[in-house]
């Protein structure tokens, strides 16, 4: 058996990365946890199979907001898979098309001024990590995010979600999307 953090090669990386810093955080809120380690709540009483479609990887914030990659398809790349963040107050959104666009938006300068400095040490330390094994730089702004693509991506989450959510969950997960998906 590996000893790998995952069967994904990027993330094995940051793992890696992650443990080199000692428990310093590079990113507000961010730090991997066990990988896959389920989803029940979100769910609720979905089947394995619709489950099984959500990998969660990561803490995105120091309360219990986390990150996954969402299988929506059965491509063999788990990279290229779109990255869905979860909320610890009910947020959801389709956070990056795949982990190096994540990669990326972890790169940002944080916006509070106490995570600048607490953070500025291990975050240049990040940006070099990212440019020597991804060859890539911080996103520069929002129009460095391919926005049409996350739109696709959200649209198709929330039908897929639709498949198997309570009526109620629905409503709450089409709520945080901000999307209507069509009736029949």
């Given amino acids: 058996m590996s000893d790998a953090y995952s069967p994904i ?23 991997l946890m066990k990988y896959n380690k389920g989803l029940d709540w979100f769910c609720g009483d979905a089947p394995d199979a619709y489950l099984d479609r959500l990998i969660p990887f990561a803490y995105a914030t120091h309360s219990g907001s986390y990150y996954a990659l969402w299988r929506c ?19 959801l959104w389709v956070e990056a098309s795949n982990l190096r ?4 938006s ?3 300068e944080p916006d509070d001024p106490e995570d600048r400095a607490r953070l500025a040490s291990s975050r240049q330390r990040y940006l ?16 460095d995010v391919d926005g049409e693509n996350l739109a696709s991506y959200t649209q198709r989450f929330a039908v897929w979600v639709s498949e198997f959510a309570s009526d109620d969950l629905l409503d709450d997960v089409l709520s945080a999307l901000g999307v209507d998906i069509p009736t029949p």
């Fill in 73 to 91: 398809d059965d491509r063999t790349d788990l990279a290229t898979l779109p990255v869905i963040f979860f909320g610890d107050e009910g947020d």
């Fill in 106 to 108: 972890l790169a940002l």
């Fill in 101 to 104: 666009e994540l990669f990326q």
């Fill in 128 to 143: 070099v990590w990212l440019q020597q094994n991804f060859g890539l730089a911080p996103l520069g702004n929002s129009d």
């Fill in 9 to 31: 090669p990027e993330l094995n990386q940051l793992k890696e990365f992650q443990d080199s810093l000692g428990g310093q955080f590079f990113a507000p809120g961010f730090e």
